[in-house]
């Protein structure tokens, strides 16, 4: 079984960047894709963005394209969410979730996802 461990949230003035990191445990993966999600209080939990795996194939959410990136390291089994130009709306717990096999970068409802982590906190002020 997957777990998924995420880290790099913090604090920063609105402009500026952080990486989110999300190692994966159990196994490698390989057929899954790995996704991107956040939630500000108040709200519903909202999809940023998924990678495929085999292929690094990305697709990211139209509210954070040409801001965020998604990436994978294969040999340390970890997803990045590189997060630029953030604002204070990007403000919410980011977490990042696995979903099985191919065709991933099509899957954005939370409910197809599985193996969720924790989430870390990203507070952008103005």
């Known amino acids: 079984q997957v777990q998924l461990v995420e880290s790099g949230g913090g604090l920063v003035q609105a402009g500026g960047s952080l990486r989110l990191s999300c190692v994966a445990s159990g196994r490698p993966l390989f057929a899954d894709g790995v996704g991107w999600f956040r939630q500000a209080p108040g709200k519903e939990r909202e999809f940023v963005g998924v990678?495929?795996?085999?292929?690094?194939?990305?697709r990211t959410a139209d509210s954070v394209k040409g801001r965020f990136t998604i990436s994978r390291d294969r040999a340390k089994n970890t997803a990045y969410l590189q997060m630029n130009s953030l604002k204070p709306e990007d403000t919410a717990v980011y977490s990042c979730?696995?979903?099985?096999?191919?065709?991933?970068?099509?899957?954005?409802?939370?409910?197809?996802?599985?193996?969720w982590g924790r989430g870390t906190q990203v507070t952008v002020s103005s």
């Open positions: 979730a696995l979903c099985a096999g191919y065709g991933c970068v099509s899957v954005k409802a939370p409910s197809r996802y599985a193996s």
């Open positions: 990678i495929q795996w085999l292929d690094s194939e990305t």
